[in-house]
């Protein structure tokens, strides 16, 4: 991932909260509206989100995403994802201060993206209600509770926004993980966020969090880790386990595996980039069967395989899905998985099917 983290500065908006919904290309406008409107409770916090959010990493990315290029093309493409999403009723976006580059031509960071969209939303609609999750980048030189609340404050600065709902640590630190977990209790009680939490945070070091906010009265909201049909490391590494135990929300990033679990890549036509390095066309051979499946299933619901691999993790309960949207098509995509679920025969199934795959290698900090 790139990193990119800007000088300090802070500003303040109003915000009034309300959310308004359109139909949207097929999909049935009463059942869209109830799926839409129906929120879940991050953790055990007072914070109530959409069960699907919107990953921004590839927003303004240079490194990874978009084939080493940003324009005015793929701003605009941006910005017609957030604007589906909210039109949908999908109003929890997740971004990160390293998201986006500032030392390749043309990158921007994906926080002052996502701020501009929301205060060029604002400016047609007042009312709009958007959700913020940010993170904090545990980089080796940021030491103690402070760095935690200077990175914070300049997250604030680059979005717009007095407050963000939800702030969260992006990976374990070499050290200073507990002044971290301090920080993250101040941030709340100075009322800079709503609720807090982790990211590619491993059993053991989550329930370390969990206890230490604890001792505050401050729930742990969440934990964001790399979660999805073909990776399923949360349910075998006690993550997915703990999250159920102490009640706080698993958030699935890379749910629909960066693109491949959408049918679109095959044997001989598989990911550019980086993700070609590691979705490589033996792996697609192996992973046809599962994708067949799915395909099958969707049509079953008159449902993409996207949308069926999305419904498939919120079938698992107490997991919100955050897959990324590059532009409107992929966001009102991604609508359609709310409003209906799959039935447990049919979970069971693609389940088996996927454990016949070796997984790809995720986020290697969650060893730690």
Known sequence: MAMHVSSACFSVFSQRKVHRIRAIASEDFASLKVAAEEKVKLGGSDLKVTRLGIGAWSWGDTSYWNNFEWDDRKMKAAKAAFD?????GITLFDTAEVYGSGFL??????????????????????????????????????????????????????????????????????????????????????????????????????????EKLKMRGIPLASNQVNYSLIYRAPEENGVKAACDELGITLIAYSPIAQGVLTGKYTPE???????????????????????????????????????VVLNWLMAQENVVPIP?????????????????????EEASELRSLASEIKPVIGFPVEKL
């Open 324 to 344: 990324g949207a590059k532009n409107a098509e992929q966001a009102e995509e991604f609508a359609g998985a709310l409003g209906w679920k799959i039935t447990e």
């Open 105 to 210: 031509l043309g990158a921007v960071n994906s926080e002052t993206l996502l701020g501009r969209f929301i205060r060029e939303r604002k400016e047609k609609e007042p009312e709009v209600e958007v959700a913020v999750a940010t993170k904090f980048a545990a980089l080796p030189w940021r030491l103690g509770r402070q760095s935690v609340l200077t990175a914070l404050k300049d997250s604030l600065c680059r979005l717009g926004l007095p407050s963000v709902e939800l702030y969260q640590l992006h990976w374990p630190g070499v050290w200073g993980n507990e002044g971290y977990i301090d920080g993250l209790g101040d941030a709340v009680e100075q009322g800079l966020v709503k609720a807090v939490g982790v990211s590619n945070y491993s059993e053991k070091r989550l329930r370390e969090a969990y």
């Open 84 to 88: 589906a999403s909210v039109d949908s």
């Open 269 to 307: 036509n598989p990911p550019t980039g980086p993700r070609g390095r590691i979705y490589t066309p033996e792996f697609l051979t192996r992973l046809q069967p599962l994708l067949n499946r799915v395909k099958a299933v969707g049509e079953n619901y008159s449902k993409t395989s996207t949308q």
